[in-house]
């Protein structure tokens, strides 16, 4: 059993700054890709950025410059800083966990979610 434990959500206005914070415990033999996804209402979840075991970073092009996705030395835990918060970034915050479990076979594991709030 896997579990991942989210925090760092809250209300800001805009052009302020959140962090998140995502850290996966469990039955995990590695962790290959740690991500942040968000869900605004009425859309689809998406990706807002990840990072491989080997710390290649992938960003959605509406939060590139703003945002930063992090990983601890030991790799469990995911960071993401959010800078100069836009109004359109306000949603349900997903860290998602792409890892090998002990058999060898590749299993994904989400969080429960984090608000993230963009208010003036």
């Known amino acids: 059993q896997v579990q991942l434990v989210e925090s760092g959500g809250g209300l800001v206005q805009p052009g302020g700054s959140l962090r998140l914070s995502c850290a996966a415990s469990?039955?995990?033999?590695?962790?290959?890709?740690m991500a942040w996804y968000r869900q605004a209402p009425g859309k689809e979840r998406e990706l807002v950025a990840s990072i491989t075991n080997g710390g290649r970073t992938n960003y959605a092009d509406s939060v590139k410059g703003r945002f930063t996705i992090s990983r601890d030395n030991v790799g469990s835990t995911v960071d993401l800083q959010m800078n100069s918060l836009k109004l359109e970034d306000t949603g349900v915050y997903y860290c998602n966990l792409d890892y090998t479990g002990w058999f060898g076979d590749n299993l994904a594991s989400w969080g429960q979610g984090t608000q993230v709030t963009v208010s003036s």
């Open positions: 469990g039955s995990i033999f590695r962790i290959n890709t």
